[in-house]
């Protein structure tokens, strides 16, 4: 299963790219597909967010995206920095009191708001001060009602025009004399299609936790548990607890850091919005059950053995170990787009640390290389013949929690 958007450039008076605005997609056919725009929103930004990344998608430059009044009152613009993002609220969107105040509080947060496909109406007025751009389509839009918009906004000197769907050399210049600030359109570039493989969560431990997040004395052991038997949430996990949004870069060990990091709040718009998006539950299922082998055998090492201090953090290594297979890209990538702790990634790019021999242990017990094994095991100060308990152990754990996913 893959992501997939579109990315139209948006330019200024120079020609010089300032942002770009990400249309979803659902293939590589460069057309909408047939949902609403909610749920639009919903899958682009849980794509971006978990999967490819908005610095993959945009070049480091602001990311474009179109908002409903669904998925601002849900806060899903506040899941991105406020540098990443640009929040155009949808031409479908009527002026109101609800949209005004969500409007109101994204301003206040810092966020560039932009009013996109724009239809005159004085109502709008009220939102002017709150409001970045105006987008106006150059196809549909005749010059006196461009006049006009320029009229109203006149007192507003915090608003600039942004040109769209400038097809021609002629429509280029018409708004430049018009007085634009920015351009966008097919004169420029079409949308391009990027696609990259996605991990959808489990709908059953999504249902799960929504239902533990949604008491008030949230149950922190259980939410991990949870998270911990699904190696694609927990990598989603990660990504958004490293999003610009949080403005940190604290390293993390292990899962239960990353929620209490993340927090109640933040977990619950998380978790809304991977339901929201409804993915499939389509999953390389060897890859998620060795994963999740991998992990309880690494932390059955630690508990039983080097009782380390968080034995979590040789569980996440272990879950970690093959997400270079699930995500058909690099460890080096994958690991640059994590917050773990240095041990870990040590691990699993140099090969260096308790958590490495535990890894290449386990590698070669699955292997069926038992002299490898036993060395591997005698280096670590381990008995090796309690190593088929704990692997047997790790296959029965994992397929409990496989059970309970109902995969």
């Known amino acids: 299963m893959y992501f997939y958007a579109a990315r139209q450039p948006i330019l200024n008076k120079n020609k010089e790219l300032v942002g770009y605005e990400l249309l979803f997609r659902d293939g590589l056919d460069n057309v909408f597909p047939e949902i609403d725009g909610s749920e639009a929103t ?17 070049d480091n430059k602001p990311a474009y995206i179109n908002f409903t009044l669904e998925t601002l009152l849900k806060g899903y613009p506040t899941m991105m920095g406020r540098e990443q993002l640009v929040v155009e609220i949808l031409e479908t969107v009527q002026p109101g009191k609800r949209l005004l105040g969500a409007v109101q509080d994204l301003k206040a947060k810092g966020y560039t708001i932009v009013l996109d496909d724009y239809q005159h109406q004085k109502v709008w007025r009220h939102f002017y001060p709150f409001i970045d751009q105006i987008k106006i389509d150059m196809l549909t839009t005749d010059v006196a009602t461009i006049e006009e918009i320029k009229e109203a906004i006149a007192p507003f000197k915090n608003i600039e025009l942004v040109a769209e769907k400038v097809e021609t050399h002629e429509q280029y210049q018409q708004a430049l004399e018009l007085g634009f600030s920015y351009f966008q359109g097919f004169f420029f570039a079409k949308p391009e299609v990027v696609q990259s493989k996605t991990l959808p969560p489990s709908e059953m431990a999504l249902a799960e936790l929504l239902y533990e997040t949604s008491s008030v004395d949230v149950d922190l052991k259980r939410i991990t548990q949870v998270f911990e038997r699904d190696v694609n949430l927990s990598y989603k996990l990660l990504r958004y607890s490293n999003s610009a949004a949080f403005k940190r870069r604290a390293e993390i060990s292990t899962i239960k850091q990353a929620l209490v990091v993340l927090g109640n709040q933040e977990l619950k718009k998380f978790l809304s919005l991977l339901f929201a998006s409804q993915v499939s ?31 979590g953090m040789a569980f996440l290594a272990g879950m970690m170990s093959l997400m270079d297979a699930i995500l058909d890209e690099s460890m ?17 790019l140099k090969q260096e640390g308790l958590l490495a021999s535990y890894l290449t242990l386990i590698k070669l017990y699955e292997q069926a290389d038992w002299q490898g094994a036993n060395e591997a095991a005698k280096q670590l100060s381990l008995d090796p013949d309690l190593l088929p308990d704990y692997y047997h152990e790790a296959l029965q754990w994992c397929d409990q929690q496989m059970e309970v996913m109902a995969i």
């Open 281 to 311: 539950s389509e999953k390389p299922l060897e890859l998620v059950r060795l994963s999740l082998t991998r992990a309880r055998f690494a932390e059955l090492l630690a508990i039983k053995h080097h009782k380390l201090k968080d034995t």
């Open 332 to 348: 080096e990538s994958v690991m640059s787009k994590l917050p773990l702790a240095i041990e870990i990634k040590d691990a699993l």
């Open 42 to 58: 919903s899958r682009l930004i849980e794509g971006s967010q978990f999967n490819f990344g908005l610095e993959d998608l945009t």
